[in-house]
Every structure is written in structure tokens, then in C-alpha cells.
């Protein structure tokens, strides 16, 4: 393991409690039941026009567009809300310690371990979306830090509720999950 990789592990945050994470113009709200966490937009805290959002704007925040992974990986398992249970998110099969990139460029509103997702980290793309990138082997942000388009987070694993290497990847809109396969597209 180099230098730069033992650092950012010891930087990685402890595993989060209930906390709320507020973050430029949306408010996530962690809740869940089951050992299962989600995140909620609460509500609508600050304006577009606040210094806030100024902020965000220089910094490069944007809605996820971008394949979340270095490679292409295999989906395993898509989006469904049905009777026999929901998955809010992809699935999508790599191998482990594959690097996960942020979709979007936005800021790190929630990252540690969970009972389902392992560890995972939440991304902020501001106008009420934001990402959540689950079953991590190992996690490269903190909270509050603001990440580019692209940019490496994280390194795929098998971490949480899961059987095999894998990403699991959600995009939120208003709190709701939606289609990650109508913001990005899989490579070829």
C-alpha cells in the first residue's frame, strides 16, 4: 500500500449515525428501516441565488452524466419498485478494487458503513439531485469535500449485503430514486 492510500484510509470518517447532511440547497435526511439507509430530500433550505449556491457553481457541481465506474463492469440488477421488494439503484459487476468515479461534480454529503450499502459515499449535484455509490472496498472523501466529474472516490468491493464484487449506484432526484440509465450510459 503506498503513503497516499494509508493516509486517505485514515481519513475515511467513522460510520455516520441518524445526522442530517445540509449541503447548498438541499437538506438529506438518512432514514430507513431493516439496517437498510436511505437518503431523503427534507426540504428546500437555500435559495439558488445564495452565496451557497454561488459557491457550488465555481466549484463545478453538475447532475450525474457520467459512467460511474473506470471500465464498463456488467449490470446485474436495474432499478425496480415492485411487490417483491424494491432496488432503488444498478447493480453493476467489476472486479474488486475497480475505481469508482463521481457521475457528477457536486459535494460529499454523506460517507462511512452501513448494514446493505458497506461503505458508501453520498454526492450532492445540487437543483435536488445527488448520487450514492455503495459496497466500496475503500473510500478516497470525506464529508463536506467537494469532488469534480470523473473524479476517483472510491475503489469497488464487496462490502455491505452483497455477494460479489460490485457498484451498487442510485441517483436521487427530490429524494426519490430514478433511473440512473436516463442520466448516464453504459460504454459499449
Not at 109 to 138: K, Q, W
Request: a neutral charge.
Amino acid at each position: 500500500m503506498t503513503r497516499d492510500r494509508a493516509r486517505v484510509r485514515g481519513a475515511r470518517q467513522p460510520a455516520r449515525d441518524d445526522r442530517n447532511s445540509v449541503f447548498g440547497d438541499s437538506e438529506y435526511v438518512r432514514v430507513g428501516s431493516g439496517g437498510r439507509a436511505q437518503w431523503r430530500l427534507a426540504s428546500s433550505c437555500h435559495s439558488g441565488g445564495t452565496r451557497r449556491g454561488n459557491a457550488r457553481a465555481r466549484l463545478g457541481a453538475s447532475r450525474p452524466s457520467i459512467w460511474p465506474l473506470s471500465e464498463r463492469g456488467f449490470v446485474t440488477q436495474e432499478l425496480y419498485d415492485g411487490g417483491t421488494g424494491d432496488h432503488p439503484g444498478l447493480d453493476i459487476a467489476v472486479p474488486s478494487d475497480s475505481y469508482i468515479r463521481a457521475a457528477g461534480g457536486g459535494t460529499v454529503v454523506d460517507v462511512g458503513e452501513d448494514v446493505v450499502y458497506g461503505r458508501f459515499v453520498v454526492i450532492d449535484h445540487g437543483e435536488a439531485t445527488a448520487s450514492l455509490y455503495g459496497h466500496a472496498s475503500t473510500t478516497f472523501v470525506r464529508l463536506g469535500q467537494s469532488v469534480r466529474e470523473r473524479q476517483v472516490i472510491a475503489l469497488s468491493g464487496s462490502t455491505g449485503r452483497s455477494t460479489a464484487p460490485h457498484l451498487h449506484f442510485e441517483v436521487l432526484v427530490n429524494g426519490e430514486p430514478a433511473d440512473p440509465l436516463t442520466f448516464v450510459e453504459q460504454p459499449g
